[in-house]
Every structure is written in C-alpha cells, then in structure tokens.
C-alpha cells in the first residue's frame, strides 16, 4: 500500500516542490505532522489562513451555510455573495464587486476591464498594461504576463502582447513607459509578494497616483497577498494614500477557502456587462459566508493587534547574528539573511518546528514570514527563536 507521500508523486501532476512533511490537522497557528509532530505555522499557506487553522466562528458560519445551499450558478441571486459585496464596498468606498475563485482569477478580470476601458474611453489602440518587475499577478495567460519575473514566462511564449515592465520604487520608470505607450492601466502590488516582500515607498506611491489621474490610466492595486489585514491595515494602499480605480484580493479574506474578488471603483465602474466576464464558482454562498466571518472581525482592534505583532517581529529580527535586513509590512515579512541560503533556513526550521517560506529568486531569496494574524504572542515568539537560531 502506497504512503501519502508516494501516492502523491505518482498520481499528482508535478508542479510543486513540496516539503517532507504530510499535515493532517491544525488549530490555529499549530499544524501537525502524520507522524504527530507539531509546527508553529509561519506561512498561514501562503497567507491564506488569516484565523489558522479551524477558527471556530468560521466553521461555524461555513458549516451552517453548507446546510442550506452549497452551490448555485450565477444566474440566481444568494445571500452572503450579497452581504460580502456590500460589506467590502462600504469597508473600502468601492462600488461593486465581482467575485472569482482565486487572485489569479481576479486579475484577470482586472486585466479584461482595464483593456475594455481603453477600447472604450481612448480608442481601439489603447491597450498597453504596465507592470512592475518582480511583481507577481498569478497563473493564466494574462496574468503571468503581467507577472515581472521573467523565470514565470520562460517556456509559455508567445505571451500576451501589450504588457510592458517597469522598475518598482523608480517612478521615472513608469513616466517613460507612459510616454511610449498607450495606456490603459497600471497595475500594482503595494508589497511584492513572489517577488521578495518588497514596500512600495510613498514617493512611488504619489508619483503612481499623479499619472494615473493625469493621463485617464487605471490604477489597479494587487491585494491579493497584501490585503485583508496582512499588513495591518484592511488594504494596504490605505496605508500609502492611494486611491485605486480597481482593487484585486484573495487568499486571506476566504479564511482558507477559494475565493477571488475584483473591486471596481466609480471610475471602473460599468466598464464590464453582461456577458463581459464570468466563472462558474464565483461567488459559491460557502466561500462567501467564510469570508464573511474573516471580514466582520477585522475591525479597527484587530489590525492595531496585527501592527502590535508585527513590531515584535521587527524586534526580536533586527540585528540578529545572520540577519543583513528585515522588509516587510504588518505580517508581511522578508528576511534578507546575511549567513546561509533562505532555502537552507527554511528547511532548518522545519526540521525545528517552523513553517516558513521563501521570496524572491536565486541568490538574492529572503525567508518569508505569514503567520496567522491570530498566532499568539507565546506561539510568535517561540517560533521567532526557533528562526533566530537558524539564521545564525
């Protein structure tokens, strides 16, 4: 009889290089192993978990909704894809919202409208997208284009013409490519996730906003990893004064079920009709009553909570023997180890009780840091020892 692990690697395609580690069950900011080992979790998968595992208020509310209706199509009118949309337009002054499975998905429907946008408001010719180098957007054809890591195109060209790239924080950057192309849209992580935990500065974030207004270009900010409290903050724009025209999130406001949200501000707003865009899932009434239950308990308490935890982070982090810098927003964090490989860190606190992971490419990987935003304050600072010691 096959192990799980074995199983595994015959019947699933493989794309993932996974750990050695089968987790089969967790509570909240502990995971355990088969083998009945317990992990302090660090990465929340990939940020998805913003409660940890099983919080009990969102099982509850996911459960109580799978009794009444799982899934229906979009043709018919549901109570929590209703009540989540209303929630995130009165939390962020957005005007309507358009529900899909993943951040991938989301921007991809981000990217459809800032192109029907420019067809529409500026001419057949206005098309181009700039993104940032080093910015990650998701998988499918438009947003792996739009992603700024140049390893994610290899071997997928032809890639989707119109996107051009330009250096984040180095606003001149994106002038040039404002003055070589028609625009349609900029699109923005206020902190790169895949790409190293990098912080949008506020001069960028300025300069970002005065060519967008300037010149009738979008400004679409990619919240996928960064929002819903992550960085202590509902959305992170909020903390760079940023005022975007199309807001993209996932992972962490579905509690560690799929969910994508596309937020389109009045500017965007109407650009896409029926018929435009669509997913058979989005806005399945399960999904939405999990993100409900994350959404409704991230009042302002919460995220000071998040700002409170982060700077014991920053804290107990910098200075530390192998430590060259520390990045990173609320519980957004990258560390720039000075000492040994991240890939080798991380697997050390694996084999110590930490799940961590990486950022970035090649030489230049920091260790990533996405604990629960529930992770106590005993459960953070043991896992921040077991890092520290690690690092060194």
């Given at each position: 009889?096959?192990?799980i692990?074995?199983?595994d690697n015959?019947?699933?395609t493989?794309?993932?290089?996974?750990?050695?580690?089968?987790?089969?069950?967790?509570?909240?900011?502990?995971?355990y192993?088969e083998?009945?080992k317990?992990?302090?979790?660090?990465?929340?998968?990939?940020?998805?978990?913003s409660?940890?595992?099983?919080?009990?208020e969102?099982?509850?509310?996911?459960?109580?909704q799978?009794?009444?209706?799982?899934h229906?199509s979009n043709?018919?009118?549901?109570?929590?894809a209703?009540?989540?949309?209303?929630?995130?337009?009165?939390?962020?002054?957005?005007?309507?919202?358009f529900f899909?499975?993943?951040?991938?998905?989301?921007?991809e429907?981000?990217?459809?409208?800032?192109?029907?946008?420019?067809?529409?408001?500026?001419?057949?010719?206005c098309?181009?997208?700039?993104?940032?180098?080093?910015?990650f957007?998701?998988r499918g054809?438009?947003?792996?284009?739009?992603?700024?890591?140049?390893?994610?195109?290899r071997?997928?060209?032809?890639?989707?013409?119109g996107?051009?790239?330009?250096?984040f924080?180095d606003?001149?950057?994106?002038?040039?490519?404002v003055?070589?192309?028609?625009?349609a849209?900029i699109?923005?992580?206020?902190?790169?996730?895949?790409?190293?935990?990098n912080v949008?500065?506020?001069?960028?974030?300025?300069?970002?906003q005065?060519?967008?207004?300037?010149?009738?270009?979008?400004?679409?900010?990619?919240?996928?990893?960064?929002?819903?409290?992550?960085?202590?903050?509902?959305?992170?724009?909020?903390?760079?004064?940023?005022?975007?025209?199309?807001?993209?999130?996932?992972?962490?406001i579905?509690?560690?079920?799929?969910?994508?949200?596309c937020?389109?501000?009045?500017?965007?707003?109407?650009?896409?009709?029926?018929?435009?865009h669509?997913?058979?899932?989005?806005g399945n009434?399960?999904?939405?009553?999990?993100?409900?239950?994350?959404?409704?308990?991230?009042?302002?308490v919460f995220?000071?909570?998040?700002?409170?935890k982060?700077?014991?982070?920053?804290?107990?982090?910098?200075?530390?023997?192998?430590?060259?810098?520390?990045d990173?927003?609320g519980?957004?964090?990258?560390?720039?180890?000075?000492?040994?490989?991240?890939?080798?860190?991380?697997?050390e606190?694996l084999?110590?009780?930490?799940?961590?992971?990486?950022?970035?490419?090649?030489?230049s990987?920091?260790v990533?840091l996405?604990?629960?935003?529930?992770?106590?304050?005993?459960?953070?600072?043991?896992?921040?020892?077991?890092i520290?010691s690690?690092?060194?």
């Amino acid at each position: 009889m096959l192990s799980i692990k074995e199983k595994d690697n015959k019947y699933i395609t493989g794309t993932y290089n996974r750990f050695p580690v089968v987790i089969t069950h967790g509570k909240g900011a502990i995971a355990y192993g088969e083998d009945g080992k317990e992990y302090i979790d660090m990465e929340s998968g990939y940020g998805t978990n913003s409660f940890g595992f099983c919080d009990d208020e969102w099982l509850a509310a996911v459960t109580a909704q799978l009794q009444k209706v799982q899934h229906t199509s979009n043709l018919y009118y549901t109570e929590p894809a209703a009540d989540l949309a209303e929630m995130l337009c009165q939390r962020t002054g957005m005007k309507t919202a358009f529900f899909a499975n993943s951040g991938g998905e989301a921007n991809e429907c981000a990217l459809k409208a800032a192109r029907k946008y420019g067809h529409t408001h500026k001419g057949d010719d206005c098309y181009t997208i700039i993104s940032m180098k080093n910015s990650f957007h998701g998988r499918g054809f438009g947003a792996v284009t739009a992603t700024g890591i140049e390893s994610d195109h290899r071997g997928f060209e032809p890639l989707v013409p119109g996107f051009v790239y330009a250096d984040f924080n180095d606003i001149d950057s994106v002038k040039q490519l404002v003055s070589d192309n028609k625009t349609a849209a900029i699109i923005v992580e206020c902190v790169q996730g895949e790409g190293g935990v990098n912080v949008m500065t506020p001069e960028f974030a300025a300069g970002l906003q005065k060519i967008c207004s300037d010149n009738d270009i979008l400004l679409i900010c990619d919240e996928v990893q960064c929002g819903n409290g992550r960085t202590g903050t509902l959305y992170a724009y909020e903390q760079l004064g940023l005022h975007p025209d199309i807001v993209t999130t996932a992972k962490g406001i579905g509690g560690g079920l799929p969910i994508g949200v596309c937020m389109f501000g009045e500017k965007a707003d109407g650009t896409l009709v029926p018929g435009d865009h669509g997913t058979t899932f989005g806005g399945n009434p399960v999904a939405c009553a999990g993100a409900i239950s994350i959404l409704s308990r991230m009042d302002e308490v919460f995220l000071a909570d998040v700002r409170r935890k982060s700077k014991i982070v920053f804290d107990a982090l910098e200075g530390t023997p192998g430590v060259a810098r520390v990045d990173g927003l609320g519980l957004m964090i990258g560390i720039v180890p000075s000492e040994k490989p991240a890939g080798e860190i991380v697997n050390e606190c694996l084999e110590k009780g930490v799940l961590c992971i990486t950022a970035g490419s090649g030489g230049s990987q920091k260790v990533r840091l996405l604990p629960p935003l529930t992770i106590t304050d005993e459960q953070l600072v043991k896992a921040l020892e077991i890092i520290r010691s690690c690092l060194a």
